[in-house]
């Protein structure tokens, strides 16, 4: 079937990976339904900034992902679901973990709930490599024990075995997508490498962090977008559990003097106590095992390894030391 016949609902779209990854669909050349949060601004979050050859090719839901007869009425005549709406922000899910409840856990389960009903023949649940916990392994495969270390962590647990159980219980065509640390254009400076981008372009030369010896895995989000459209595509993965990384471990404090170098500047790291974690709650390590990945979907990350990872911070420099983007940021505020 044709593309254009078919057609995807995005939850999440308004969001940072959602609007690349629809931005990315329509070019594609398919149906897509952006499923956005309603505020009373009229805003389309991060899609007000697409193109306007890819806005006027969207249908545009306005809607909540707590509410299930708004998530079924989104889905009606919808082929694919990629659900991305979620509450992220590790700090946050501090301060309000009911929230989070409500959002990751009873959202996915409208998803899931509408999607078994209608008959939709395919849903893409997003996942995150947080559920992973401190590594006890690595690379981290899929089989990794999962650790809620954070409320957040804890209900993207819940979520993502909810999903599962769907597919167990009742068929339902389910595709756990498990994203590391996706960084890139339009992210929010909650994570660390917006964090220290918009600092440093707005002049400052004492960086304000949290911990600087947790590594991570950062993978670049145009990756992350094909990852998802590779699951799409792919006539297997249901049932299954898939990380999306780019099998390159660094830690914060390298990231930072990376960033520094590229940005052509010295820095220096000042820990502030409201960024850290508490010290079990820490995520210390993570680094993906992505050969599940390449395996059932033909998907490998196309910013590897330092150089990759120099590229794509090169990218994401560029994007937020744009005055037009920079000023949609408070730089000198911390952000929950």
Same mark, same amino acid.
């Given at each position: ?59 545009? =839901? ?17 082929? =694919? ?41 395919? %849903? ?18 899929? +089989? ?31 595709? %756990? ?70 099998? =390159? +471990? ?87």
């Amino acid at each position: 079937m044709p593309r254009t016949h078919q057609k995807v609902l995005v939850t999440g779209a308004d969001g940072f990976i959602g609007s690349h990854l629809v931005e990315c669909l329509v070019h594609r050349g398919y149906s897509v339904r952006a499923f956005v949060q309603y505020n009373s601004f009229n805003s389309w979050g991060w899609l007000d900034c697409s193109p306007r050859e890819i806005r006027d090719k969207l249908d545009v =839901f306005v809607g909540d992902i707590r509410d299930p007869h708004g998530v079924r009425k989104a889905m009606l005549e919808c082929d =694919f679901v990629l659900h991305l709406a979620a509450l992220i922000a590790i700090p946050y899910s501090y301060h309000s973990p009911d929230t989070y409840v409500d959002t990751n856990v009873k959202g996915t389960l409208n998803v899931l709930q509408a999607a078994r009903e209608l008959g939709v023949q395919k %849903v893409l649940h997003t996942s995150t490599s947080e559920v992973y916990g401190t590594a006890r392994l690595v690379p981290i495969t899929e +089989e990794h024990p999962l650790s809620g270390q954070s409320p957040y962590s804890a209900t993207k647990i819940a979520a993502d075995q909810l999903a599962l159980s769907f597919y167990h219980s009742f068929g339902t065509p389910v595709i %756990v997508v498990r994203p590391f640390n996706t960084y890139g254009p339009r992210q929010s400076t909650r994570a660390v490498i917006p964090t220290i981008i918009t600092q440093i372009a707005s002049g400052a030369r004492h960086i304000r962090l949290g911990a600087l010896h947790p590594t991570r895995d950062f993978s670049y989000v145009a990756d992350t977008v094909d990852g998802f459209i590779a699951a799409l595509e792919s006539d297997q993965g249901i049932g299954e559990v898939i990380n999306l990384g780019s099998g =390159f +471990e660094i830690s914060i404090g390298d990231t930072l003097n990376l960033i520094a170098e590229l940005m052509d500047v010295n820095v220096q790291a000042e820990e502030e106590a409201v960024r850290l974690r508490p010290a079990n709650s820490e995520v210390n390590r993570l680094l993906a095992d992505n050969s599940k990945a390449l395996r059932l979907l033909g998907w490998q990350p196309s910013y590897s390894k330092l150089d990759g990872f120099r590229r794509g911070l090169t990218e994401t420099i560029r994007w937020f030391s744009d005055p037009g983007n920079l000023n949609a940021y408070k730089a000198d505020r911390y952000t929950l």
